[in-house]
C-alpha cells in the first residue's frame, strides 16, 4: 500500500518562507508531485520530482530524498493568493494513478 | 482551463438513489483517473481507465462502478447512496497510462454531489 503524511495546517505572513513536508510509505516508488487547491476548486500541478534534489519553478521549489523517503516543497515571497491546500502525490513505477496525502492548509496573513 | 470537462458542477438527491457523473479528458489523453475528495479530506483514489480498459483500482466501493467509452469519456455510477458519499467527485486525466515521467495530471473542475 501506500501512505503519505503531511502537516494538516500551516500559517505564515506574507513576504515570508513556508515549507511543506511529505514523508512517504510506498511501495515502488516512481516521483512525487506537489498540486494547489483553492477552496474546493481543481487541483493543479506544481511541480515534480523524480530524481534526489531540489526542483525550482519560481517562487515554488520542490525536493525530494528518496533514501529519506521524504519531500518538501518551499514557497517563497508568499502571497495572499497562495492561502490554499497543498497536496503531495506519489506515483509508483507501474506508472498507475498518483496517490494524494490529506493536504496541508496553508493560510497566508498580512 | 484544464481542458478536462465534468458534469454535472453540482447534484443533490436522496439516499438510496443512484446517479452518473460525466467526464471528458483533455483532448489526446487516453487515461481517466476518478477521485473522491470529502470534507476536509484529501483526495481518494478511486479507480483508473486507459484508453478503455481498467488500469487500477483504488478504494471504490461496489456499489460504484465505471467505465471508458470508445470515446474516450468516462461515466462514474454511484448507486444506493448514503449520506457518506457526498463529496466532491473529481476526473482527471493524462496521456499515457500514469501520471508519465512530469508526475502531471490533469484535472477538472469537480461534481459536488449532496445525497440528502
Known amino acids: 500500500g501506500q501512505s503519505l503524511e503531511q502537516p494538516s495546517e500551516v500559517t505564515a505572513v506574507e513576504g515570508a518562507i513556508v515549507q511543506i513536508n511529505c514523508t512517504y510509505q510506498t511501495s515502488g516508488f516512481y516521483g512525487l508531485s506537489w498540486y494547489q487547491q483553492h477552496d474546493g476548486g481543481a487541483p493543479t500541478f506544481l511541480s515534480y520530482n523524480a530524481l534526489d534534489g531540489l526542483e525550482e519553478t519560481g517562487r515554488f521549489s520542490s525536493f525530494l530524498s528518496r533514501s529519506d523517503s521524504y519531500g518538501y516543497l518551499l514557497l517563497q515571497e508568499l502571497q495572499m493568493k497562495d492561502s490554499a491546500s497543498y497536496f503531495c502525490a506519489a506515483s509508483n513505477q507501474a506508472g498507475t494513478a498518483l496517490i494524494f496525502g490529506k493536504g496541508t492548509t496553508l493560510s497566508v496573513s498580512s | 482551463d484544464s481542458g478536462v470537462t465534468q458534469t454535472p458542477k453540482h447534484l443533490i438527491t436522496a439516499t438510496g438513489q443512484r446517479v452518473t457523473l460525466r467526464c471528458s479528458p483533455r483532448?489526446?489523453?487516453?487515461?481517466v483517473y476518478w477521485y473522491q475528495q470529502s470534507l476536509d479530506q484529501g483526495l481518494q483514489f478511486l479507480i483508473q481507465y486507459y484508453n478503455g480498459e481498467e488500469r487500477a483500482k483504488g478504494n471504490i466501493l461496489e456499489r460504484f462502478s465505471a467505465q471508458q467509452f470508445p470515446d474516450l469519456h468516462s461515466e462514474l455510477n454511484l448507486s444506493s447512496l448514503e449520506l457518506g458519499d457526498s463529496a466532491l467527485y473529481f476526473c482527471?486525466?493524462?496521456?499515457?497510462?500514469?501520471?508519465?515521467?512530469?508526475?502531471?495530471?490533469?484535472f477538472g473542475e469537480g461534481s459536488r454531489l449532496t445525497v440528502l
Open positions: 482527471a486525466s493524462s496521456v499515457g497510462s500514469g501520471p508519465s515521467n512530469t508526475g502531471e495530471l490533469f
Open positions: 483532448s489526446g489523453d487516453l487515461s
